[in-house]
Structure formats: C-alpha cells, structure tokens
C-alpha cells in the first residue's frame, strides 16, 4: 500500500469526522493496517508526497493522525511529528492548506496545534481563527495553546515519553488535564469572557 489517495480515502472517508476524535479500539486497530506505510515515512522514504495538497494532506494524516491511533499511550504516538510539524508548514507556505475544503483543511494545522512550541501554537491559533469556520476546531487550538503556555509541554504525554512529571504537571493531571482546560474555556466563552 503506498498510495496517497488510500490514506485520504480510510481517514476522509471510511474513518469520517464522526471517528476522527472518538478514538477507540476498533478505530486505533483499522489504523494499524498503515503501519508500514508510517514506517516508510518515518524513515524518509514517502518525502515525495509533500509536492502539494493532496500528496502533503496525506503524509500528514500519515505522521499527525494515525500514529496517535496506532500507537495510543506510546511514544511512537509523537515519533514522526516533527516531520508532520515540517510537512504542514510547507504545505502552508505554499497555500497548499487553502486548496483542501473544510474539514479536512484543519490537518495542515493540527502538527502545529501538537507542537510542544509557543511559536507553534500561536501560529495554530491565528490560522484555525482565519482559515476554518467550526468555533470548536479554534477551542481545541487555545486549550493546546494553553498547556504549552503553562508547562511548556504536554503533560499527558509524559508516561508515554518517559518523563517525570513535575508536581504542578501531576496536579493538573490529577484535575482533569486538557479535559478540564476544555472546560475551562468553554465556560469563559459562555459568560462572554
């Protein structure tokens, strides 16, 4: 399996909005069919696809998405993210992200949304508030942006990556984690905030 369009099709299509987020063991096994393919990648060997919209939306669905399935709890979860994180950001420099129709536009800003860098976060919020029209895709986008503020990483990724948490880290877990950031920003929304 090596092509493109059969990426966009299991994700796009057979996974759908209604999966993209819902996780879960059937959804994370039907991943792990591309497993080869993200290998090919992770060790360079798919390069080629980033040469416009549709090649570049899959590599990062490739790099961004399905290993956060695939490998749920591990560290090979985020193994491939700084090539997904240098994908979308060609792909923006070039205008590649305007040529993909809403909602699967938001994958060339999601690498920037998982970055572990304030610049990269910033840069998520202003082109999810410019770019894309679902008010729940920039929520998400100022939760990430949040924790980065906060703790300069993500905690909940710190068991996966063999991290020690720092107490402030274990406290915002203990309360909820991203769950309770949502939450949050939600409720400040709602009172006009």
Avoid at 118 to 147: F, N, S, W, Y
Wanted: proline fraction near 5%; charge should be negative; charged fraction near 25%.
């Amino acid at each position: 399996m090596s092509d493109p369009v059969q990426v966009l099709d299991f994700w796009l299509g057979d996974v759908g909005p209604e999966g993209w987020y819902a996780g879960g063991d059937e959804i994370d096994a039907a991943c792990l069919m591309f497993q080869d393919l993200w290998e090919a990648a992770r060790d360079g060997g798919l390069d080629h696809w980033v040469e416009g919209t549709v090649g570049t939306l899959a590599f990062l669905i490739l790099t961004d998405q399905l290993p956060r399935n695939m490998f749920r709890g591990k560290a090979d979860s985020f193994a491939t993210d700084p090539l997904a994180l240098a994908a979308a950001k060609t792909a923006i420099a070039e205008g590649w992200d305007m040529n993909a129709p809403e909602p699967e536009r938001q994958f060339f800003y999601l690498p920037l949304e998982h970055s572990e860098n304030a610049e990269d976060q910033a840069l998520c919020v202003a082109l999810i508030g410019e770019r894309m029209t679902d008010p729940d895709l920039l929520l998400h986008a100022r939760a990430h942006q949040d924790v980065i503020s906060r703790f300069g990483r993500f905690p909940n990724r710190n068991a996966a990556l063999d991290r020690t948490s720092t107490p402030d880290e274990a406290a915002f877990l203990e309360q909820g984690g991203y769950g309770a950031v949502v939450r949050a920003l939600q409720a400040s929304h709602a009172d006009g905030a």
